[in-house]
């Protein structure tokens, strides 16, 4: 699985981005999916994650009720839709795949497949 993150930009306090990650392959349906940030100097963090079904979605506390991840099996499409963004929010986001089930939904360790990260920076 090839993954290409993109989305990412410069936005005010309070603002929005849409990440959207394209994943190569026929089998999409069959992994799940995640968002990891990364700020400097900071190990790699989980954002949010979803089933291969996209029946289950997980979030960090940090992003509940901001942040929405979704998935589109037909396009073989991840999409993190941030809202209320904040000035902490500010990091590479990386989008994230395994074939495995749910199990270390939130552990980057258990994530085979990475794309390159996108920058998210958020001005106060």
């Known amino acids: 699985v090839q993954l290409q993150a993109s989305g990412g930009g410069l936005v005010q306090a309070g603002g929005s981005l849409r990440l959207s990650c394209a994943a190569s392959?026929?089998?999409?349906?069959?992994?799940?999916m995640a968002w990891f940030c990364q700020a400097p100097g900071k190990g790699r963090e989980f954002v949010a994650g979803?089933?291969?079904?996209?029946?289950?979605?997980y979030y960090a506390d940090s992003v509940k009720g901001r942040f929405t991840i979704s998935r589109d099996n037909a396009k073989n499409l991840v999409t993190l839709q941030m809202n209320s963004l904040k000035p902490e929010d500010t990091a590479d986001y990386y989008c994230?795949?395994?074939?495995?089930?749910?199990?270390?939904?939130?552990?980057?360790?258990?994530?085979?497949?990475w794309g390159q990260g996108t920058l998210v920076t958020v001005s106060s």
């Open positions: 392959g026929r089998t999409f349906s069959l992994y799940k």
């Open positions: 994230a795949a395994d074939i495995s089930p749910t199990v270390g939904m939130r552990s980057a360790a258990a994530y085979d497949y």
């Open positions: 979803i089933s291969g079904s996209g029946v289950s979605t």
